[in-house]
């Protein structure tokens, strides 16, 4: 079945970076787009980033342009956000999210990204 | 990112209908339709409705949605216990190349 695996959460200091990886299994993942989404604690969903299957193709909220830059590998079935120049409103469970025909069809567990001095 | 405009709580009794409604525009639930997610405590969201009425497999026939222009409806039925959660809709917004969200419903049974 389908499985999106996040990692590379942590607890990192204002300004600071990290990378998150999503590993994808269960499916052909160089066929779908990708997304990242975000929750922060307490609050609602907010859209992050998204790629084409391909690659070819980013596109990214306000809150985070320039800042934050989404990759793939599709022979690796692996997903990336490197997020730089992180501030603490950056602080959200960042959600893995596969797009099918049915909209934001899979969802990972999250990993928790915490901007704290 | 402009979003989505649902209210931020309902709250039902045990085996009652409850209406959700998610208020977007024409470039987003108004031109593709929405989709619900249902989310849990500690959990990620889980897709319940994609483009407006159809059900992922496994996902009740209690479960129906609906949309009137710019607005999406998720209508729940004989609600129970589990049913208690946070509601989102969502939509691809074509005229900021985006995914907006809702910012969530409360439903309490």
């Known amino acids: 079945q389908v499985q999106l695996v996040e990692s590379g959460g942590g607890v990192v200091k204002p300004g600071g970076s990290l990378r998150l990886s999503c590993a994808g299994s269960?499916?052909?993942?160089?066929?779908?787009?990708m997304n990242w989404i975000r929750q922060a604690p307490g609050k609602g969903l907010e859209w992050v980033s998204y790629?084409?299957?391909?690659?070819?193709?980013?596109y990214y909220a306000d809150s985070v342009k320039g800042r934050f830059t989404l990759s793939r590998d599709n022979a690796k079935n692996s997903l990336y956000l490197q997020m730089n120049s992180l501030r603490a409103e950056d602080t959200a469970v960042y959600y893995c999210?596969?797009?099918?025909?049915?909209?934001?069809?899979?969802w990972g567990q999250g990993t928790l990204v915490t901007v704290s001095s | 990112q402009a979003g989505l405009t649902q209210p931020p709580s309902v709250s039902k009794g045990l085996r009652q209908t409850a209406t959700l409604t998610c208020t977007g525009n024409?470039?987003?639930?108004?031109?593709?339709?929405a989709l619900w997610l249902q989310q849990h405590q500690g959990h990620p969201p889980k897709l319940l409705s994609y483009?407006?009425?159809n059900r992922p497999s496994g996902i009740s026939e209690r479960l129906s949605a609906s949309r009137s222009g710019d607005t999406a409806s998720l209508t729940i039925t004989g609600l129970q216990p589990g049913d208690e959660a946070d509601y989102y809709c969502?939509?691809?917004?074509?005229?900021?190349?985006?995914?907006?969200f809702g910012g969530g419903t409360k439903l309490t049974v």
């Open positions: 024409s470039s987003n639930v108004g031109n593709q339709g």
């Open positions: 269960g499916f052909t993942f160089s066929d779908y787009y």
């Open positions: 790629i084409s299957s391909s690659g070819s193709a980013m």
């Open positions: 969502s939509a691809w917004d074509s005229s900021l190349s985006a995914w907006v």
């Open positions: 483009w407006n009425n």
């Open positions: 999210v596969m797009v099918t025909a049915n909209g934001l069809d899979y």
